[in-house]
Structures are given as C-alpha cells and as structure tokens.
C-alpha cells in the first residue's frame, strides 16, 4: 500500500507569464478527506486538475499512487481517479444508469455487473434504483444530478476522487444534505481518498479531515480543522475565519 497517494514536489505552474503556482510542496495519505480553501483564482482547480493530469507541471514532481506523472499513462491514470465537477455534464440523451455506466462499457463489463454496479451506486448516493435508474437526467432536480455524478465518479472503484466545488451551485439546504451524504459516504469507503475544492469555510472545515488553505499558490496552512480554527497559521487564515464569524453576526444581532 502506498502511504503518501498524492504528492507534490517543488511544483510550478504558469499560464502564459502569470505565475499561479509557485514551488507547491505537499502529500495526501490514502484515506484522507482533504478539503482545499481559498479565495478565487488562488489556484485550487488548477491544482486539483494537475493530479489527473488535466493540467501538467511546468516544473517539480507530482506522483500519484507512486507513479511519477511525468511518465505516466493519463488515460490510465484517470480511471484510478473520479471526477465531479460543479456541472456536472451528464449526458442529456442517456437515462441515468447509462450515464453511470459509460466507463464500465468502455472497459467492456459484462451487462449484469454493469446492471449490479448501478444498482449499487445510486442506493450509495441516496437514489432508489429503481425509481431513478432509467430517468432522463432533465427530470432530476440539480442535488439529484449531483447525486448521480458522483455515482458515476464511482463507477469503476477508483481510489481517489477528485471533487471541485460540486455543491457550489446548489441552494443551502440542498448542499447539507449532500454534504452529510458526502461524509458519511466517505465514512463507508476510508480506503478511498477524497480530495474537495471549495470556496466555502464551513464545507471546508466540516469535510475535511484536513484543510488546504491556499492563497496566490500557495499553502498558507495544512492542517485539521480544529487547528485551523484554534491556530490560524497566517493573517489570511485569520481574515477568512474572521469572514464566517463576521457574516454570523449579520443575522445573529437582528431585532
Ligand atoms: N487554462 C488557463 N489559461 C489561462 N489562465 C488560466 C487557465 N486556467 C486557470 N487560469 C488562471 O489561473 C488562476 C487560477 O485559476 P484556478 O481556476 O486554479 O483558481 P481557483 O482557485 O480554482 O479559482 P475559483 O475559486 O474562482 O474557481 C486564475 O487567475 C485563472 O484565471
């Protein structure tokens, strides 16, 4: 088993002149349910799209599961590595249990393993296969998709799943719910590792078992939760946490 199963040395990565990441040092264990905070434009996709290999290093190593990216089969990778993103892109013309199905397909499945994976997987994310299994995805609400897209991340077991700001487009009671059933899906899989961007302080700190707080590129603190709140490590970290408690108390002291 490898201990470290993301890890970033001395990373670099421009766009054009614009430097976004600048020696970007950190490692992921496998299990953890790191979450990524920061402001816009601090780099979090790009980051998060460098361990599939959607973006590439301009610099440093990036290793995933031991294999250094730089020599690395990315069709292959990929499959070791779901993804869900805030829209989430199911395809409009194929019911929910195709849509959950296409890499299985790819991978040549037999039928009714296919058939037993969908089953499986919406009952994980919180959606009676039968109801739902062959429903267009227009006739679901967008948590619903939601639900669907990280089913279909799923589909072929991989052990990491990248996931960027997924919720981030969903009303606020909605996104709880999805949140909690992120967790405790995370909760029935600790072999799998989840890595969550998120512009949002309290998602953060709620999912993660640590929490990347990133600002123009780099790691202003990498820790729990907990230390994160008792021991900001930097004036940003302090100013973000400020923010939560600052936007409580604009409701907390109406009369
Ligand atoms: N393909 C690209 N070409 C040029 N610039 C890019 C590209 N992708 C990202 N950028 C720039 O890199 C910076 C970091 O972008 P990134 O999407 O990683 O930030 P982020 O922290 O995820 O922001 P947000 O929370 O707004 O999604 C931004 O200034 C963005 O405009």
Same mark, same amino acid.
């Given at each position: 088993?490898?201990?470290?199963?993301?890890?970033?040395?001395?990373?670099?990565?421009?766009?054009?002149? !614009?430097?976004?990441?600048?020696?970007?040092?950190?490692?992921?264990?496998?299990?953890?349910?790191?979450?990524?905070?920061?402001?816009?434009?601090?780099?979090?996709?790009?980051?998060?799209?460098?361990?599939?290999?959607?973006?590439?290093?301009?610099?440093?190593?990036?290793?995933?599961?031991?294999?250094?990216?730089?020599?690395?089969?990315?069709?292959?990778?990929?499959?070791?590595?779901?993804?869900?993103?805030?829209?989430?892109?199911?395809?409009?013309?194929?019911?929910?249990?195709?849509?959950?199905?296409?890499?299985?397909?790819?991978?040549?499945?037999?039928?009714?393993?296919?058939?037993?994976?969908?089953?499986?997987?919406?009952?994980?994310?919180?959606?009676?296969?039968?109801?739902? !299994?062959?429903?267009?995805?227009?006739?679901?609400?967008?948590?619903?998709?939601?639900?669907?897209?990280?089913? !279909?991340?799923?589909?072929?077991?991989?052990?990491?799943?990248?996931?960027?700001?997924?919720?981030?487009?969903?009303?606020?009671?909605?996104?709880?719910?999805?949140?909690?059933?992120?967790?405790?899906?995370?909760?029935?899989?600790?072999?799998?590792?989840?890595?969550?961007?998120?512009?949002?302080?309290?998602?953060?700190?709620?999912?993660?078992?640590?929490?990347?707080?990133?600002?123009?590129?780099?790691?202003?603190?990498?820790?729990?939760?907990?230390?994160?709140?008792?021991?900001?490590?930097?004036?940003?970290?302090?100013?973000?946490?400020?923010?939560?408690?600052?936007? !409580?108390?604009?409701?907390?002291?109406?009369?």
């Amino acid at each position: 088993m490898v201990n470290d199963i993301i890890c970033f040395e001395h990373v670099t990565k421009s766009f054009g002149k !614009r430097t976004i990441l600048q020696d970007l040092n950190f490692s992921v264990k496998q299990g953890e349910f790191i979450t990524v905070l920061g402001t816009s434009g601090s780099g979090k996709t790009t980051t998060l799209k460098m361990i599939n290999g959607l973006e590439t290093a301009d610099g440093g190593r990036i290793s995933v599961e031991g294999n250094n990216l730089a020599n690395c089969d990315l069709v292959k990778l990929r499959r070791h590595i779901g993804y869900v993103i805030q829209s989430i892109g199911l395809f409009p013309h194929m019911t929910i249990a195709q849509n959950i199905s296409v890499t299985p397909k790819l991978l040549k499945w037999d039928q009714k393993r296919i058939d037993q994976t969908v089953n499986e997987l919406l009952t994980e994310v919180g959606l009676d296969p039968a109801v739902y !299994r062959e429903q267009m995805p227009n006739q679901l609400s967008g948590g619903q998709q939601q639900r669907v897209g990280v089913a !279909r991340a799923l589909a072929t077991n991989p052990p990491i799943l990248l996931l960027d700001e997924p919720f981030s487009a969903l009303d606020a009671i909605t996104r709880q719910s999805l949140q909690k059933d992120i967790k405790a899906l995370h909760e029935k899989m600790p072999d799998k590792t989840f890595f969550f961007v998120t512009h949002d302080i309290n998602e953060a700190l709620y999912l993660g078992d640590r929490v990347m707080v990133v600002n123009h590129g780099q790691i202003e603190q990498f820790a729990s939760p907990k230390q994160v709140v008792d021991h900001p490590a930097s004036e940003f970290v302090s100013q973000l946490l400020a923010t939560v408690r600052q936007n !409580r108390a604009l409701w907390e002291d109406l009369k």
